[in-house]
């Protein structure tokens, strides 16, 4: 299974960005798929998580302004990031628990994609 993340760059503050992530490989179905932010030095924290179901969950600081969506049939998460702030700048990854269709399990993040919010 690979995770490959897409959609950074440079955008001024109050703008957006939709970041992509897409899943491939021998996948039976992703019951969890996650965003993660990471700043230099310092660990990853969760931003926004999604359930194959639907149920979502986000970081406080994001709360109002991200949304996080899935496109199951594609095996692709989507993170709307609107009304960015420079405090938003960092690398995004994310992740992925995965159930192949062989009946194992596996777990991993992509190579992540750097938003950097400045004017």
């Known amino acids: 299974v690979q995770l490959v993340e897409s959609g950074g760059g440079l955008v001024q503050p109050g703008g957006s960005l939709r970041l992509s992530c897409s899943a491939s490989?021998?996948?039976?179905?992703?019951?969890?798929m996650g965003w993660y932010r990471q700043d230099p030095g310092k660990e990853r924290k969760s931003v926004a998580t999604?359930?194959?179901?639907?149920?979502?969950e986000y970081g406080e600081s994001v709360k109002g302004r991200f949304t996080i969506s899935r496109d199951n049939a594609k095996n692709t998460a989507y993170l709307q990031m609107n009304s960015l702030k420079p405090e938003d700048t960092g690398v995004y990854y994310c992740?992925?628990?995965?159930?192949?269709?062989?009946?194992?399990?596996?777990?991993?993040w992509g190579q992540g994609t750097q938003v950097t919010v400045s004017s």
């Open positions: 490989g021998n996948i039976l179905n992703i019951p969890r």
């Open positions: 999604m359930t194959d179901d639907g149920s979502t």
């Open positions: 992740d992925a628990g995965v159930s192949r269709t062989d009946g194992s399990t596996w777990y991993g």
